[in-house]
């Protein structure tokens, strides 16, 4: 049986809302192109090169711990310490 192409995770979406409160989703199954396409964002906005990535590396494992706790009915707390 072959992969769904209409599954996607949270940590694959990216969200952008214009001045005029338009929403732009993007979904990037990608790992090294979602870290581009957020380096560069973040270098458009803030017109900085400084190192955002550290922010999101930490916000996708969260979301990965929460998804595989939601996946067990566990509280992330369980899931961690069970993993442990």
């Known amino acids: 049986m072959g992969q769904r192409d209409d599954i996607f995770y949270s940590w694959q979406c990216v969200s952008l809302v ?10 990037i199954k990608d790992e090294t192109m ?7 964002m973040h270098q458009l906005v803030y017109n900085s090169d400084s190192d955002c990535m550290k922010a999101y590396k930490l916000m996708k494992l969260k979301m ?3 998804y595989g706790a939601w996946q067990r009915s566990q509280t ?7 993993a442990i």
């Open 18 to 27: 214009t001045e005029s409160n338009t929403t732009i989703d993007f979904l």
């Open 34 to 40: 979602m870290l581009c396409f957020l380096r560069k």
């Open 64 to 66: 990965k711990i929460s």
């Open 76 to 82: 992330m707390t369980q899931f961690v310490f069970g």
